[in-house]
């Protein structure tokens, strides 16, 4: 699969249940980078934007950037984020999750979806590929449907 933009990277937190996570099944895919957190030399980032619940909404104008995409339970997020403040952050309002979230500590943002969620409509807006991406989500239909996706 040839690109015209920047592949996008996925940085995974260590103690991301990988039973539990929506993006997993997409690794080997050639638009997709999966790494490890933390890391001790991340990769270039000046043209990247990271997808996060707070921040300007993503949107046709943020074509040509890179996405960085964060993923770990809502308890590790902070801290990754941290790591991670000088790429520009942008969100993805308005839509809502199909992901039975069930936090026993409260930290699930209200505003926040599923990584393979977040990553399908981060696609969908810069209208690259999503083919695929929800394939192995056991919610895709639930979510498409209650976005108004399909």
Request: contains cysteine.
């Amino acid at each position: 699969m040839r690109t015209s933009y920047a592949p996008t990277i996925v940085i995974r937190h260590p103690k991301e249940n990988p039973r539990k996570c929506s993006i997993v099944p997409l690794k080997g895919r050639a638009d997709l980078i999966f790494l490890n957190y933390p890391m001790q030399h991340p990769p270039p980032l000046e043209n990247y934007i990271r997808l996060a619940t707070e921040g300007p909404e993503l949107c046709a104008a943020d074509t040509s950037f890179g996405l960085l995409l964060l993923d770990g339970s809502w308890r590790w997020a902070e801290s990754m984020t941290r790591d991670f403040l000088a790429v520009p952050p942008r969100s993805l309002a308005g839509y809502k999750t199909a992901y039975p979230r069930t936090s026993k500590r409260g930290t699930d943002p209200e505003n926040g979806l599923a990584s393979v969620e977040a990553l399908f409509l981060a696609h969908h807006i810069l209208g690259r590929p999503t083919a695929g991406l929800l394939d192995h989500y056991h919610w895709a239909e639930e979510f498409l449907l209650i976005n108004n996706l399909v």
